[in-house]
């Protein structure tokens, strides 16, 4: 909890130097928020149930929804942008593993109505600063602009259930089932229930039939990298008129990062997100050290409120998983202890003193640890010891006596005698 703390307040700090503010939405909202655009995959693990007054309530599974419905109940003549963050546990049914658990915490934000690509890049510019205050220097932060497949599925009128399908595939970052499922020739199926049939039965039809959209899409997968990335992906799609727009906008957004000092960034035309209602610019930030569980945070542009009935309104957002960003940190924990200060009566003559002793270290906020087990003085020390406090306060019958004390500096085993009226200013100094 002290490193989960300590990296919370470093988060709070830089979401609040670029003008957002702290909001809490409730842990269960209306089932029908998260059914209506969220995504098959986070529905199947949705925990759900019906409340005493037959309502159907579901354990929030991620916070983007919960906001973009408490814009719509409550923030809908607030001037724009709206810059909101929030810090707040969320559920989903799934196996858990290291840094995957059934509940789990999300550190995120919401920009509500600044539809420009510079809104963006300042989002973006928010999560690499707050990786290089929490010093993960490995990680990557990898973005893609989603209109440029939907410009395509557009081209090629593909509808909106195999989209979702494809988008699902891309996301996986699988180049070789992502061939199994659009080229023909590559189709099969293993289900044990098939394995007698003849070859024939044991195909299954191609996701489109179209095979230029599908090594199109193959192909986009392998389109990572810097700056030359969007002049190559210009080149094969120049003539979809449909995907020039989104990819002007993305050639905008690289600009704009440059402005807002953002270097750490890879262009990547895999990044698909797993929740349907992304429009626009997606990013997600990996660590490669982390292996299966490297993503540490996700996010984009979305228009939330408009499906869920309100106006059209574009927002970007995105969330650090907080236990991943954790696993990330583990070499970096600190290792003192939360006490500075440990007072020992050196016997029972001395134990009230050393309580007032205590109070008043406490009253000067010091942290301070004081025997309550009336262990002897050896028992003391290795308790000092394991605590790793910075001083031992060693009050001794004799010192009492001219209104002093004994402080050990347990890093160097220094010793000084000090008067009470002044442990305050010793330790602080």
Same mark, same amino acid.
């Given at each position: @909890?002290?490193?989960?703390?300590?990296?919370?307040?470093?988060?709070?700090?830089?979401?609040?130097?670029?003008?957002?503010?702290?909001?809490?939405?409730?842990?269960?909202?209306?089932?029908?928020?998260?059914?209506?655009?969220?995504?098959?995959?986070?529905?199947?693990?949705?925990?759900?149930?019906?409340?005493?007054?037959?309502?159907?309530?579901?354990?929030? $599974?991620?916070?983007?929804?919960?906001?973009?419905?408490?814009?719509?109940?409550?923030?809908?003549?607030?001037?724009?942008?709206?810059?909101?963050?929030?810090?707040?546990?969320?559920?989903?049914?799934?196996? $858990?593993?290291?840094?995957?658990?059934?509940?789990?915490?999300?550190?995120?934000?919401?920009?509500?109505?600044?539809?420009? $690509?510079?809104?963006?890049?300042?989002?973006?510019? @928010?999560?690499?600063?707050?990786?290089?205050?929490?010093?993960?220097?490995?990680?990557?932060?990898?973005?893609?602009?989603?209109?440029?497949?939907?410009?395509?599925?557009?081209?090629?009128?593909?509808?909106?259930?195999?989209?979702?399908?494809?988008?699902?595939?891309?996301?996986?970052?699988?180049?070789?089932?992502?061939?199994?499922?659009?080229?023909?020739?590559?189709?099969?199926?293993n289900d044990n229930e098939n394995k007698n049939n003849n070859n024939n039965e044991n195909s299954i039809e191609p996701l489109i039939d179209d095979e230029n959209l599908?090594?199109?899409?193959?192909?986009?997968?392998?389109?990572?990298?810097?700056?030359?990335?969007?002049?190559?992906?210009?080149?094969?799609?120049?003539?979809?008129?449909?995907?020039?727009?989104?990819?002007?906008?993305?050639?905008?957004?690289?600009?704009?990062?440059?402005?807002?000092?953002?270097?750490?960034?890879?262009?990547?035309?895999?990044?698909?997100?797993?929740?349907?209602?992304?429009?626009?610019?997606?990013?997600?930030?990996?660590?490669?050290?982390?292996?299966?569980?490297?993503?540490?945070?996700?996010?984009?542009?979305?228009?939330?409120?408009?499906?869920?009935?309100?106006?059209?309104?574009?927002?970007?957002?995105?969330?650090?998983?907080?236990?991943?960003?954790?696993?990330?940190?583990?070499?970096?924990?600190?290792?003192?202890?939360?006490?500075?200060?440990?007072?020992?009566?050196?016997?029972?003559?001395?134990?009230?003193?050393?309580?007032?002793?205590?109070?008043?270290?406490?009253?000067?906020?010091?942290?301070?640890?004081?025997?309550?087990?009336?262990?002897?003085?050896?028992?003391?020390?290795?308790?000092?010891?394991?605590?790793?406090?910075?001083?031992?306060?060693?009050?001794?019958?004799?010192?009492?006596?001219?209104?002093?004390?004994?402080?050990?500096? @347990?890093?160097?085993?220094?010793?000084?005698?000090?008067?009470?009226?002044?442990?305050?200013?010793?330790?602080?100094?």
């Amino acid at each position: @909890m002290k490193e989960r703390k300590k990296v919370e307040n470093i988060l709070r700090d830089t979401f609040e130097v670029y003008a957002y503010q702290e909001i809490k939405t409730p842990l269960f909202e209306d089932l029908s928020l998260f059914t209506t655009k969220s995504g098959e995959e986070i529905i199947d693990q949705l925990y759900n149930f019906k409340d005493k007054s037959k309502r159907e309530i579901a354990l929030r $599974p991620e916070l983007t929804a919960p906001v973009a419905r408490l814009y719509l109940n409550e923030m809908q003549k607030t001037a724009k942008p709206i810059k909101l963050y929030y810090f707040g546990s969320c559920f989903r049914y799934e196996r $858990p593993q290291k840094g995957r658990f059934r509940q789990f915490w999300q550190f995120g934000c919401e920009l509500i109505g600044a539809n420009s $690509p510079e809104g963006e890049a300042e989002v973006i510019a @928010m999560a690499e600063d707050s990786l290089n205050k929490l010093g993960i220097a490995t990680a990557e932060i990898h973005i893609n602009h989603l209109g440029i497949i939907r410009g395509l599925f557009k081209h090629f009128n593909i509808d909106v259930e195999t989209q979702e399908k494809i988008m699902t595939l891309i996301d996986k970052g699988d180049k070789e089932l992502l061939k199994s499922r659009l080229l023909a020739n590559n189709v099969n199926i293993n289900d044990n229930e098939n394995k007698n049939n003849n070859n024939n039965e044991n195909s299954i039809e191609p996701l489109i039939d179209d095979e230029n959209l599908a090594n199109i899409l193959i192909k986009l997968l392998d389109f990572v990298g810097k700056d030359d990335v969007l002049k190559e992906l210009e080149s094969l799609l120049g003539d979809y008129e449909e995907t020039k727009n989104s990819l002007n906008e993305f050639k905008e957004l690289i600009t704009l990062l440059e402005s807002f000092k953002v270097s750490n960034y890879t262009i990547n035309l895999g990044v698909a997100r797993g929740l349907d209602y992304y429009t626009g610019i997606v990013f997600e930030i990996y660590v490669p050290e982390l292996g299966a569980q490297k993503q540490i945070a996700g996010g984009g542009s979305y228009n939330l409120v408009e499906i869920f009935g309100g106006e059209k309104i574009e927002s970007t957002g995105f969330a650090f998983g907080f236990d991943r960003l954790m696993n990330a940190m583990e070499d970096k924990k600190d290792s003192n202890s939360v006490v500075d200060v440990f007072v020992a009566p050196m016997s029972d003559e001395t134990r009230l003193k050393s309580f007032e002793i205590g109070q008043i270290l406490r009253n000067k906020n010091i942290s301070t640890e004081i025997d309550l087990s009336r262990k002897n003085l050896k028992k003391l020390l290795n308790r000092a010891n394991k605590l790793n406090v910075k001083y031992v306060i060693l009050v001794g019958k004799d010192d009492l006596e001219e209104n002093n004390v004994m402080i050990k500096d @347990m890093a160097t085993g220094n010793q000084e005698t000090v008067a009470i009226d002044k442990i305050s200013d010793n330790i602080n100094n």
